[in-house]
Structure formats: structure tokens, C-alpha cells
């Protein structure tokens, strides 16, 4: 079975920045982002201005961070940071998180503030976005 994400229109970007590699993947009004290496004080910020420049266009955004085999806490901050600039540009939301996130989340994240989904194509094949309720994952 074909991809719902292979019916949208796709162009592509990718950023390389020191031990992180960001793409996008993007169509008129939605955008998967998939981050891959580590995230850390080194690129941090670097991954909120390259998602900031995607949720400003687009009403649906997915982060892929399926890929990362390290976050550090400068990578929590910016999850956060993406959180309001989505909310900011009204853009739904949601993350794929990696074993590495998903560790960190369980313990600074106990509330479940920050959205997580199980996968990309779960993602892509639901809408709109619904809060389940503290600590549960979101479906878009």
C-alpha cells in the first residue's frame, strides 16, 4: 500500500549542521521534518529556526525524530521552543520521538506537554490534532 505522504506533493531541503542532519519533507499545507545524529548545545538552535521557517507557512507540521540516537537537555529546550512557535503560527503539531527522546520526555516531560505521535504515516493519516488527556500521545 502506497504512503499518504506520497499522494502530497513533495520538494524537499536539508541542513547539515555539526552532528545533526535536518530534512524536510513538504507540500502546500502540511511539512515533515526528520531530524537524524544528535541534538545538543551544538545545534539546538539551529533546529528551532529550521522548523520556525516551515510552521510559518503551514498549518500541519511533523517532527521526525525518530532518528536521533542523543538528545541533550539544549535539545529539550528547543523541543519547547518549537512548541511555541507553532502555537504562534497556529500550525498543529506533533513529534516521532526516538528511544533517546522518549527517555528524556518520561522524566522532564511527565505531563506530556509537548505532543508525540507513534509515527510518521500515523501522523499523515489522521486530523485534526485532539489532546487526549495529560501524559497521551496526540494524533494529527
Known amino acids: 500500500m502506497e ?3 506520497s499522494a502530497m506533493p513533495v520538494t524537499q531541503s536539508w541542513q547539515q549542521c555539526r552532528t545533526a542532519e535536518f530534512t524536510a519533507r513538504y507540500g502546500p499545507s502540511s511539512c515533515v521534518v526528520t531530524v537524524h545524529g544528535e541534538l545538543d ?3 539546538a538552535d539551529q533546529l528551532t529556526a529550521y522548523v520556525q521557517h516551515w ?3 503551514r498549518e500541519r507540521l511533523i517532527l521526525d525524530l525518530s532518528g ?3 538528545i541533550a537537555t539544549a535539545g529539550l529546550s528547543s523541543l519547547h521552543r518549537i512548541n511555541v512557535v507553532c502555537s504562534t503560527a497556529q500550525a498543529q503539531w506533533a513529534m516521532v520521538p526516538s528511544r533517546a527522546v522518549s527517555r528524556l520526555l518520561q522524566i522532564c516531560d511527565p505531563d506530556g506537554a509537548l505532543p508525540t505521535i507513534e509515527s510518521v504515516d500515523d501522523a499523515v493519516d489522521q486530523s485534526p490534532i485532539t489532546q487526549a488527556g ?3 500521545a496526540l494524533a494529527i
Open 41 to 43: 548545545a551544538a545545534n
Open 3 to 5: 504512503s499518504p505522504m
Open 134 to 136: 495529560p501524559g497521551a
Open 68 to 70: 536521533l540516537k542523543f
Open 55 to 57: 510552521a510559518r507557512s
